[in-house]
């Protein structure tokens, strides 16, 4: 096998989809010839709606894989429709990894996924395939990938507090008072998300340091870098349609009715699971805060202000390659990537 493969704008079209089936007929038996510790990590991330499972599942028609989810909500069974989770036969035929994997009352951690994740992916290079984790929870991704900070323990009288003058003053306070000790957690935390505030001004008044710092400080042994593809559409307003058409999608195929029946089966609407975008908007619909005509509106813009932070977050991590999902060459421009990765591994 050359050492040099031919670029692929150099080759006719069907030359290349011929070159491209060899060389992935190819890297299926040579992925066994890689030490386990040297089959490389694959991780498509990206906005949410920016089409990161279709990536995945198209490499995995091509590559030995195991899919490995990075998603904070299709970790628990009862969310499907909300968390946009494969179904069930697309979930058959490619399996992955942490779904369906806590019940909505359990909860779910960084910490959690690190060391389920860690494990998956060694599964994964034991039997000598490749872990492809793909999704959106960037938070998960950065612990498994950057390490996690030694944070002090939950302190139940400082919880508490912050609970009392939440009820008094507003969650929208707090979140002020964010902005002003620790600003740089506070631009990577939504406003409404409550449990995360609270976590980071728990922090600060424990220890009178910023979480921000403490997770800059932090000295757990990083992996190696993954290779990492970045799915967004150039053109903002493109991702935006897609959010839109996806959360319409959600209601046609019954997120209304998903809540209930959790809601029905005795789940908590206290649950940080139940706090995720779409789920929160149904809840205040359920509670009367909300019409139904106006679900749809308040689904798309909270998801456009979740995929804006994604993006920021994105911007300010390692480097990865950047596509446009909608692209014609994405795939197999993203094949080419991942073959050279495993050649090099194997000239090594």
């Not at 494990?119 to 612990?143: C, D, E, F, S």
């Not at 308040?298 to 456009?304: F, L, Q, S, W």
């Amino acid at each position: 096998m050359s050492g040099r493969l031919m670029s692929p704008a150099s080759m006719p079209v069907d030359s290349r989809a011929r070159k491209l089936a060899n060389l992935t007929h190819w890297l299926e038996f040579r992925v066994q010839d890689l030490a386990s510790n040297s089959i490389p990590t694959i991780v498509i991330t990206g906005p949410t709606a920016s089409g990161k499972t279709a990536l995945a599942l198209a490499l995995a028609d091509r590559f030995p894989c195991q899919l490995i989810s990075v998603d904070s909500s299709m970790v628990y069974r009862q969310l499907s429709i909300g968390s946009a989770k494969p179904d069930a036969q697309t979930l058959q035929r490619y399996p992955h990894r942490l779904v369906d994997i806590r019940d909505i009352n359990q909860p779910y951690s960084a910490g959690d996924f690190v060391g389920d994740a860690r494990a998956a992916i060694a599964t994964a290079t034991a039997n000598r395939k490749i872990p492809v984790l793909v999704g959106g929870t960037l938070l998960y991704l950065r612990a498994l990938f950057q390490g996690l900070a030694a944070l002090p323990a939950a302190d139940p009288a400082i919880r508490a507090a912050l609970e009392a003058e939440a009820a008094e003053s507003g969650w929208d306070h707090l979140y002020q008072q964010l902005q002003q000790v620790d600003p740089e957690a506070a631009n990577k935390i939504a406003p409404a998300d409550r449990q995360r505030i609270q976590r980071a001004l728990e922090v600060y008044r424990l220890t009178g340091k910023a979480m921000s710092d403490w997770q800059s400080e932090s000295r757990q042994a990083q992996r190696p870098s993954p290779l990492k593809f970045i799915l967004t559409p150039p053109d903002r307003a493109v991702l935006h349609r897609r959010i839109a058409e996806r959360s319409q999608q959600m209601l046609a195929e019954g997120l209304v009715a998903e809540v209930r029946l959790i809601r029905d089966q005795g789940f908590s609407e206290q649950s940080p699971a139940l706090r995720a975008v779409g789920y929160r908007q149904v809840l205040e619909h359920l509670d009367g805060q909300l019409e139904e005509s106006a679900l749809p509106e308040r689904i798309t813009i909270a998801t456009r202000q979740l995929a804006k932070r994604q993006l920021t977050w994105l911007r300010s991590e390692p480097a990865g390659f950047w596509f446009d999902p909608l692209a014609v060459a994405t795939l197999e421009r993203v094949t080419r990537i991942v073959l050279e990765a495993v050649g090099k591994t194997l000239g090594k």
